[in-house]
């Protein structure tokens, strides 16, 4: 239905104009009793049409009592069972059409026509309402995760699975990967995402407004932890197996140590050019192309989270701004800018084209990872940029 995310803002109307058709009608004994249960189904399920007719429910007391009888409870329990169950049958007929079916049962009929397709438009329509349930239903959050569809780097034109993700994982990872954004073009060409993207992980792409939301209340699935990897300490290395995992720790920790002696120049000078915008400036894994990211706290809020906060029409800005953490610009060790850059620095910190290419590279990064600028006039840094690469090449020819 057009409004049916309406009920989730303010209340339906009873009557009269702006009245939609009643959920479920409830009957007792065949007895009409209620055409508007809403306590029968959770916010979530709104959308189910249907009757219920109970023969353990009183006949001798008014509505409101009833509406309070314990009884209730285990219909309603019972109702979102059933339609869970109804709604993974569907699940599973689309998987089997597929090809994709888990369930081991070869010799089942697989399905054909419009059963293949029913679940598809069914997630269509109502999808977001079983993100909903995800956030409001504890005792059936793991039901719902199962359900849930999401587009990635892997199945970029078809909705893939938590389960489809799971059984694609390379050996030896740990995490499932997934980023935020606005739109699937702004995650897909993410700076976060293209070496893990690279190197042959899959990363979900989460478009949707409860995506995230949906992520904070789901930590894990089948024992696989979610990652962002829009934050920082984001562990992208394969765990090594049997002797070689010490030995493979420890080489990787020197070698980490020494690329991080030979950067310190680089990052201590740029961490006191940028102040108190960025909690520390470090050397970065997750990077093969862009030089350098702008990344969100492990407890603090994403560049995505900050924008949706900031949209609220009713949200508190102030309290926003105290939830969005602290920032951290990581450093690609491998990119010609930054490894240019760090010579720089080294021979002559005060140099002006160096001070203006790092605050040109740290906007950029700004706006790359999803985050608004802090300088309402980086415009004049490109500007001075632009004519020191003007006078130099004129001083060349």
């Keep these: 239905p057009w409004d049916l995310y309406d009920s989730v803002q303010r209340a339906k109307p009873k009557g009269g104009p702006g009245a939609t058709a009643a959920g479920l009608k409830l009957y007792v004994r065949r007895v009409f009793i209620s055409d508007d249960a809403d306590e029968l189904l959770p916010r979530y399920l709104s959308f189910l049409r249907g009757v219920v007719d109970s023969d353990s429910l ?27 169950d109804a709604i993974k049958k569907m699940a599973d007929d689309e998987a089997a059409c597929s090809g994709d079916s888990s369930s081991g049962d070869d010799d089942k009929e697989k399905p054909i026509g419009d059963a293949c397709k029913a679940f598809g438009t069914f997630y269509k329509e109502f999808g977001r309402a079983l993100k909903l349930g995800v956030l409001e239903d504890d005792n059936n959050r793991g039901r719902l995760a199962k359900l849930l569809r999401f587009h990635t780097s892997k199945s970029p034109k078809e909705l893939t699975s938590l389960s489809g993700y799971v059984g694609r994982m390379k050996d030896g990872q740990k995490s499932i990967y997934w980023i935020a954004g606005m739109s699937q073009q702004e995650v897909a060409h993410s700076p976060f995402a293209e070496k893990l993207v690279a190197e042959g992980y899959e990363v979900m792409y989460l478009t949707d407004v409860l995506d995230e939301y949906v992520m904070q209340q789901l930590t894990e699935f089948e024992d696989f932890k979610f990652v962002n990897i829009a934050k920082e300490d984001v562990d992208m290395s394969p765990e090594a197996e049997g002797e ?84 951290t610009l990581e ?51 490109l500007h001075v940029l632009l004519c020191y690469n003007r006078a130099r090449t004129v001083m060349l020819q």
């Design 58 to 84: 009183p006949l001798n007391v008014n509505r409101e009592m009833l509406q309070h009888h314990a009884s209730l409870r285990t219909i309603k329990k019972k109702l979102v069972r059933k339609a869970l």
């Design 244 to 327: 070689d995992k010490a030995a493979a720790a420890k080489a990787k920790k020197e070698a980490a140590k020494a690329l991080k002696e030979t950067f310190k120049p680089l990052t201590g000078w740029w961490k006191e050019q940028l102040g108190s915008k960025v909690a520390g400036v470090k050397l970065s894994t997750r990077l093969s192309s862009t030089p350098c990211v702008v990344v969100a706290s492990k407890w603090g809020q994403s560049a995505n989270m900050e924008r949706i906060l900031k949209a609220s029409a009713f949200g508190d800005q102030s309290k926003a701004a105290m939830m969005r953490g602290q920032r």
């Design 331 to 381: 450093l690609n060790p491998d990119h010609p800018l930054i490894v240019g850059l760090k010579d720089k620095v080294v021979s002559d910190k005060d140099d002006a084209a160096a001070k203006d290419t790092a605050a040109l590279l740290y906007e950029t990064a700004l706006l790359e990872s999803g985050f608004e600028s802090d300088d309402p006039k980086v415009g004049g840094v």
